[in-house]
T-cell receptor, first 115, second 112 residues
Framework: NAGVMQNPRHLVRRRGQEARLRCSPM?????VYWYRQLPEEGLKFMVY????????ESGMPKERFSAEFPKEGPSILRIQQVVRGDSAAYFC?????????????FGPGTRLTVT | AQSVTQLDSQVPVFEEAPVELRCNYS??????LFWYVQYPNQGLQLLLK??????LVKGINGFEAEFNKSQTSFHLRKPSVHISDTAEYFC??????????FGAGTRLFVKA
């Protein structure tokens, strides 16, 4: 059973470009979480999705950021018009069910660098 | 609102010595508690979790943690560390909703 997969592992974008980060959850998992990790900081929750639905996006910046988890295919975190402050590691996690008692399995992350 | 405080940002320790990484949380409701480990350039891996029951929780790689409700703490311990334990450790809390709150992390550095 493959783990959570994220691609690309490293992404370099110039200011103003778009960044698309992909996450394929573990087989059988329909719950996906996105987190952002800034240097020397812990993970900050961004958004929680189930198939085709955004359940909680309270951690997402109101502008330029969006997420989706379509019926088919990976979950996508999209950042439009990137700025230097978006440089961070973005981690995706998946779980088999909702609620805190379900363990989240993390992907290796995508390291975004904005030049 | 829930919060997690990891009291030490860095913990240097010699190989085979014991270690304790401290974590305090605040919450007005019952919580689930977790410790994760992150090796360089990798994602997080679950070490152990407290959901209910016994307050002493054993995890992988010889780690254990004790839930102390009165002190709102969930400290992580290992009686004898190895060089390979060098990593960043994150304490996390969840109230059963959709959002897990992570601490800022403690960098454990094991010296030979």
């Amino acid at each position: 059973n493959a783990g959570v997969m994220q691609n690309p592992r490293h992404l370099v974008r110039r200011r103003g470009q778009e960044a698309r980060l992909r996450c394929s959850p573990m087989k059988g998992h329909s719950h996906v979480y996105w987190y952002r990790q800034l240097p020397e900081e812990g993970l900050k929750f961004m958004v929680y999705l189930q198939k085709e639905n955004i359940i909680d996006e309270s951690g997402m910046p109101k502008e330029r950021f969006s997420a989706e988890f379509p019926k088919e295919g990976p979950s996508i975190l999209r950042i439009q018009q990137v700025v230097r402050g978006d440089s961070a590691a973005y981690f995706c996690a998946s779980s088999p069910g909702a609620g805190g008692q379900n363990e989240q399995y993390f992907g290796p992350g995508t390291r975004l660098t904005v030049t | 609102a829930q919060s997690v405080t990891q009291l030490d940002s860095q913990v240097p320790v010699f190989e085979e010595a014991p270690v304790e990484l401290r974590c305090n949380y605040s919450s007005s409701v019952s919580v689930y508690l977790f410790w994760y480990v992150q090796y360089p350039n990798q994602g997080l891996q679950l070490l152990l979790k407290y959901l209910s029951g016994s307050t002493l929780v054993k995890g992988i790689n010889g780690f254990e943690a004790e839930f102390n409700k009165s002190q709102t703490s969930f400290h992580l311990r290992k009686p004898s560390v190895h060089i390979s334990d060098t990593a960043e450790y994150f304490c996390a809390v969840d109230t059963g909703g959709f959002k897990t709150i992570f601490g800022a992390g403690t960098r454990l550095f094991v010296k030979a």
